[in-house]
């Protein structure tokens, strides 16, 4: 392990672009493995000097804590489920994360990137195919009233036939769809819709927004959703949403199962633990946008091209300030959803929910214990992919939602879930 600790310095070093990005940071920080520690000081991005330890009374601003095995699966080219982020090992108590955070918060990207020079780049994985010319896309804006104040919502569509409504992720926008939209196999079959939640991408908030925080309720959550379907005249769409999408449409087929043809949850479960303090997320010495996109970095799987990975996580940098908080008030504190998935009748609205092996915040445990209480639910968990499938790993993602539109397809009318 000390080879691979003492290596950070050439590896950080010679990649400029790292050090770009940690230019403002100049620190110590500790990384422990078992029981040898290491003090990295950084200066402006470069990383002058790593030290082994035993120390005394020697001063550092953060320190990074695991196991040397935990170290040692962290550090493989292709890291194992649960050791391919720090936070994912201290989720699973196999980390912990101590001392003044604030640089740590600040510089969250640099130092994950740091940590993980070692695992070396992967063979590029493929990404879509970019056809030349206007892609067929259409965005437009419907005007709504959503909790007596009126709104301007902005949403993109492609393709005929059934309607299929598509939510996105937790401070991001409709742009994760993308890659479906443009999808040929999915778009002669499905109208596919996807909007910008009130406050993200290009729907602005509501009149008077400066004077509020913003804070998603299920109630909210809902009213919107039915709301866009309504001023559409979408008969029966089906519903897929991700992360907090994903849990929506679980209360969406609870609620309104005779209205919808089925749902899919990308990542859903009726509850997750959570993993890291919201209070990170708005604040002046912390750029929302930056550590938003820091935090959920780890969610994507490793094998994710970096192409995609990027785009993914630009639609968090880009966010507006609070959204991302605002909408986890909804996911963490409003919709524990445990004592009400049983409800839902799969005979009237059929429920798939699909779940990545890297995703540590809605791991595939959680799916399958919230599936288990849905009679009639179906489940799959997607090999090498994490938290954002549809905009990670677009290529990888058809191969496991073309067959579920496929048999949603092939129901015609309302049908029967059956359990696997």
């Not at 982020?85 to 130092?111: C, Q, T």
């Not at 499905?190 to 729907?203: I, T």
Request: hydrophobic letters at 40%; proline letters at 7%; aromatic letters at 10%.
């Amino acid at each position: 392990m000390a080879g691979v600790i003492d290596g950070l310095v050439e590896l950080v070093n010679r990649d400029e672009a790292l050090v770009r990005r940690g230019r403002f940071l100049t620190t110590t920080f500790l990384v422990e493995v078992g029981e040898v520690p290491y003090l990295v000081r950084v200066v402006e991005g470069r990383i002058a000097r790593v030290e082994r330890g035993p120390f005394s009374m020697r001063a550092w601003s953060f320190a990074l804590r695991a196991p040397a095995e935990a170290w040692r699966r962290f550090w493989e080219p292709v890291p194992p489920p649960g050791y391919h982020d720090i936070f994912a090992m201290a989720k699973r108590g196999e980390a912990r994360i101590e001392g003044d955070l604030g640089p740590l918060m600040a510089n969250l990207r640099y130092v994950k990137e740091v940590l993980a020079a070692p695992r070396g780049r992967l063979a590029a994985a493929p990404v879509p195919d970019r056809a030349a010319g206007v892609e067929p896309i259409v965005g437009r804006y419907v005007s709504l009233v959503l909790g007596g104040r009126p709104h301007r919502v902005y949403f993109e569509e492609a393709g005929q036939g059934l309607p299929l409504v598509c939510l996105h992720t937790a401070g991001a926008d409709g742009r994760h769809f993308r890659h479906l939209m443009n999808d040929e196999a999915l778009t002669r079959h499905f109208r596919v819709l996807a909007f910008d939640m009130p406050w993200h991408g290009k729907s602005t908030p509501p009149p008077g927004w400066q004077d509020g925080e913003y804070r998603l309720t299920t109630d909210a959550y809902v009213d919107a959703i039915m709301a866009f379907g309504s001023a559409l005249g979408l008969e029966r769409p089906v519903v897929m949403g991700c992360s907090m999408g994903g849990r929506i449409v679980l209360e969406l087929a609870r609620r309104h199962g005779e209205d919808l043809r089925a749902v899919i949850g990308l990542e859903a479960a009726a509850h997750q633990e959570p993993w890291y303090d919201t209070e990170w997320l708005h604040r002046p010495d912390v750029h929302g946008g930056e550590v938003c996109a820091a935090l959920v970095s780890g969610l994507v799987g490793p094998r994710a091209p970096d192409e995609t990975r990027w785009e993914t996580l630009w639609g968090y940098m880009t966010s507006g300030p609070g959204v991302f908080k605002g909408d986890l008030y909804f996911y963490r504190v409003d919709s524990d959803l445990r004592d009400r998935v049983a409800a839902i009748d799969t005979a009237r609205c059929p429920v798939y929910l699909l779940t990545g092996e890297y995703d540590f915040s809605c791991t595939p445990d959680d799916t399958r214990r919230t599936a288990a209480k849905i009679p009639g639910a179906r489940v799959t968990i997607m090999a090498g992919l994490g938290h954002f499938p549809m905009s990670e790993n677009p290529v990888r993602f058809r191969e496991y939602v073309l067959p579920v539109l496929d048999e949603i397809r092939g129901r015609g009318g309302h049908g029967q879930g059956t359990r696997t």
